[in-house]
């Protein structure tokens, strides 16, 4: 598919203000199973390393598989939901710790976790789900559950209020 072809689907790349910075696409993502109502795109590889590119009409799915690139525009009005969700969180720091005494001292769980000393022990996080439903796609994708804030930071600033979904799940804390 052509440049041309695309931006006349779903406009030009979103031009970039150096005064204001804003993402103007999404980290990786590895896509988990795709469904298109047209078999065209049956040839979209599991496991194709995915990201995401704002539009001024919609956004630019790029499908990465063996340095094959796939690029399916999907414009604004076609997406039906998008849902994020946020692996579940377990946050369980020893006594003393960096992780713990940042914790105690009210910082937030976002910064503390980079000073967990035993990584896995003392806080993990499952990984994230991207599902994404058009009205002719159905793609579910994941990423690392590091990434989940900067991810959902880039799909409100899509500004799909009514069609972005976020699911949170539960944390354990022992």
Known sequence: MTEQAITKQIGKPIEIDFRKPKAIGSTGFYLKSFKA????LENLKLDSKCNFEKRT???LLRANYSNK?????I????INVITVT???EKINPFFLSPMWILLKLGVSKLYA???ALWRFKEYSIDQMELNLKTTEYEMKLIANGYRFERQLSFFESLNYENKLKTIIKAHNKH
């Open 75 to 78: 414009s604004r009005e076609s």
């Open 69 to 73: 690139l796939t690029l399916i525009p």
């Open 37 to 40: 109502r047209n078999s065209d």
């Open 57 to 59: 009409n919609g956004i």
């Open 113 to 115: 976790r980079y000073f």
């Open 86 to 88: 946020r692996g579940k």
